[in-house]
């Protein structure tokens, strides 16, 4: 089932955030009903996007290329799209791309009992 590459978690907070996770493998199907389910859920008033890409494995260019799609489409509804990450191959690879400057990247690491989030730019 291509849907079972992302997952979609509504976190009912007051600001509306909606927080898709990808898994590996992303095939061409799955990043396509990822762009549209985020269309869908900004389409219905979402205004923050979190996308976790800490599961892909390897952050390559479709995927890149998919994910400043959905940032460009999103934006001009008025939506914010984040990354979130904490493998440091990842958090590389969103260096060395420069991605880091066009997204809000979250890395956050779980700690017993409470959660740290550092937001860089």
Do not use: W, Y
């Not at 996770?21 to 205004?47: N, Q, W, Y």
């Not at 998919?66 to 460009?72: F, K, P, T």
Request: net charge neutral; hydrophobic share 45%.
């Amino acid at each position: 089932m291509l849907a079972s590459n992302i997952g979609l978690r509504e976190d009912g907070s007051v600001h509306s955030t909606v927080s898709f996770t990808v898994l590996k493998p992303a095939s061409p199907e799955s990043l396509g009903i990822l762009r549209t389910d985020i269309a869908d859920a900004v389409a219905a008033g979402s205004r923050e996007i979190v996308i976790d890409v800490d599961d892909i494995g390897i952050l390559d260019f479709p995927i890149i290329t998919v994910l400043i799609s959905i940032l460009r489409q999103s934006r001009e509804s008025g939506a914010s799209v984040s990354l979130r990450a904490k493998r440091q191959s990842i958090l590389d690879t969103l260096r060395i791309t420069a991605l880091n400057k066009v997204f809000t990247v979250i890395s956050t690491d779980a700690l017993p009992g409470r959660r740290v989030s550092v937001v860089t730019r």
